[in-house]
């Protein structure tokens, strides 16, 4: 501590942070690093970048479309690779940041890119020879068009895919990034952490407001080139408050741990221990000697294959009771994280197909003003930021007086009830689409340019799936994200997060399957092509199949009630915590 003292008055060891360092690689300290102000910072960061990407992903199919001139369903495809690759590159980064390089950096060098990618989206769509000419009009926009290719298309993927791993990048290690301004272990920071979570989604819906109104206005009204470069100056903002703050902030000092290449050594240790025999008190198994705070896990008899991997005296490398057991934590839920897949896939459409129904309808909502199509998200960002503090403060209280859950229902319950919801979102959706067909039909204008003829139906015939969705949002999202915190072991926790980026980015790469299977099987319906096949809405089938995915939804939310009833919440860890020579044993709570 001597070289602390040079910088810094005398400090006794109570006010340092364990685990945390300053900037210049020092010891954190309470009275100069962390607390409110810090993360204040952090999460204004996660404000400015999350305008980008809710602003591409809620009206990039158009760009596709209306730009480079891609098939509809080859745009909504598209979207749905882009939005997954972005959500699955999250474990990535998360996994080189807590191992190699820090969550500062990360977050410093994700941001970077992110802008490096915006910056190039918006050269493209400045300069006519990076582009594909405009030359199409009428009710078929891009008929005899020829979409985006060559070198343009591989201009095109790269920037966007730059902008995949920037974002990807920012959400995994940022939220964790803020987590750790504050310790755990005092009781005011542990509150202020838990109020810290809950203004990450008020600042996300604060930024996503942003990007489906300011941007998307931009978008139609000023131009894509200007769009993109006012995003790039959104993340040019985020870059200077992060670097701004960092004298403040308490930085996660790197531990050189790989919890992927740990998961993987369990399996292989197993596997290569397949023919030894389990000995019949599981204590003989082998663990790691107790540090000064190390939580250690008590064998379970599930999957006994894995204990394999921590037999004594075996060849191969040797792992602890607490490693397998953490792989059997991941492994038992693994079938709920599978049945959460099927909410993105919903979610998906809404941000492709529902943005082209609404391009066909009347978007006029006050004398003189009309809603962007891409706008249309604002909806359940509103509706998410009116609901959420009443849930939370009239709804949990009570249910916790008849439930005795301090969560007012339990998280699997939570997460149940966004399921539920995401099937009367699609029914919704199926239903409002028959009307929208229908009144199409009826006045003529199936092929009419809907910019010039919209139909006589307002937009906002649209807005009830949108809500329901938002709430469903609420309850899923935000379930599943407490519900992985508080059921993996303390060893996994920063890569906790990426089991909901992961659950979206398979449920985004789902959707793109879906469609093409989708089109595959119906192009032989008497139209020549499939029910979300070719550009013209109005000829296509989209009611038929919202309704096939309000089917999917009610057959997966079925599998997740017995699925959510037989799984066993984590209750007993042994926290060790040698102090002074003597050792005090701590009992887990139950989720």
């Not at 809620?58 to 891609?70: A, D, E, I, Q």
């Not at 078929?140 to 591989?154: L, Q, R, W």
């Not at 201009?155 to 902008?163: I, Q, R």
């Amino acid at each position: 501590m001597a070289e602390e003292e040079d910088d810094y008055a005398p400090l006794d060891k109570s006010g340092l942070v364990a685990g945390k360092v300053d900037w210049k690689g020092k010891a954190a300290r309470k009275d100069k690093h962390g607390g409110i102000y810090a993360s204040a910072m952090i999460l204004g960061v996660f404000g400015f970048e999350g305008v980008v990407i809710i602003s591409l992903a809620s009206n990039l199919v158009t760009y596709f479309n209306g730009v480079m001139h891609l098939d509809m369903a080859d745009a909504a495809n598209q979207l749905s690779n882009f939005m997954g690759t972005n959500n699955m590159l999250t474990v990535l980064v998360a996994v080189v940041a807590d191992a190699y390089v820090g969550r500062f950096t990360a977050i410093l060098a994700a941001a970077a890119v992110e802008f490096l990618g915006v910056g190039l989206l918006g050269l493209q769509a400045h300069l006519p020879s990076l582009k594909p000419p405009p030359l199409c009009g009428g009710a078929d926009p891009n008929s005899g068009c020829e979409p985006v290719g060559g070198a343009n298309a591989a201009f095109l993927f790269t920037a966007l895919y730059l902008v995949a791993l920037g974002s990807g990048g920012v959400k995994a290690a940022l939220p964790a990034h803020g987590a750790d301004q504050f310790d755990e272990n005092d009781p005011i920071e542990a509150t202020q952490k838990s109020s810290y979570f809950n203004w990450i989604l008020v600042s996300a819906m604060i930024g996503n407001l942003i990007g489906v109104t300011a941007i998307v206005y931009i978008q139609y009204n000023r131009g894509w080139d200007v769009a993109f470069g006012v995003c790039a100056l959104s993340m040019l903002a985020g870059i200077g408050i992060l670097v701004a703050g960092l004298p403040w902030y308490r930085i996660h000092a790197v531990n050189g741990s790989n919890v992927l290449l740990e998961i993987i050594s369990v399996f292989v240790a197993a596997i290569n221990n397949r023919r030894l025999k389990l000995p019949d008190d599981p204590n003989k198994l082998h663990e790691a000697k107790e540090d000064d705070e190390e939580e250690h896990l008590p064998h379970t008899n599930a999957f006994p294959f894995l204990d394999k991997a921590a037999i004594k005296g075996s060849p191969w490398k040797l792992c602890t009771v607490t490693q397998v057991e953490n792989v059997k934590i991941i492994l038992n839920m693994v079938p709920v994280f599978v049945c959460t897949v099927i909410m993105t896939l919903c979610l998906s459409q809404l941000q492709t197909f529902s943005v082209q129904q609404a391009t066909t309808m009347n978007l006029t909502i006050a004398a003189g003003f009309k809603i962007p199509p891409a706008s249309l998200p604002v909806i359940p960002f509103i509706s998410l930021l009116i609901i959420t503090p009443i849930y939370d403060r009239v709804l949990v209280p009570y249910l916790r007086k008849v439930t005795g859950i301090p969560t007012g229902i339990s998280y699997l319950q939570r997460v149940g009830v966004g399921l539920f919801l995401a099937v009367v979102s699609m029914a919704a959706a199926a239903l409002v689409e028959v009307k929208r067909r229908r009144v199409a039909f009826e006045s003529g204008l199936v092929d009419s340019d809907p910019k010039q003829h919209p139909l006589p139906m307002s937009v906002f015939w649209l807005s009830f799936q949108f809500f329901v969705f938002g709430i469903a949002d609420l309850f899923t999202f935000v379930g599943l994200m407490e519900f992985f915190y508080s059921q993996v072991p303390d060893a996994i926790k920063a890569v906790s997060g990426c089991f909901l980026w992961t659950s979206m980015a398979l449920g985004y790469f789902t959707s793109t399957i879906v469609v093409k299977v989708v089109n595959q099987a119906t192009k032989n319906s008497g139209r020549g092509r499939g029910w979300v096949g070719g550009n013209n809405i109005n000829r296509n089938r989209l009611d038929l199949f919202y309704l096939l995915l309000a089917m999917i939804s009610f057959v997966n939310f079925c599998i997740y009630i017995p699925v959510a009833k037989r799984y066993v919440y984590r209750k007993e860890i042994r926290t060790v915590t040698v102090t002074g020579g003597r050792e005090k044993e701590e009992g887990g709570e139950e989720a």
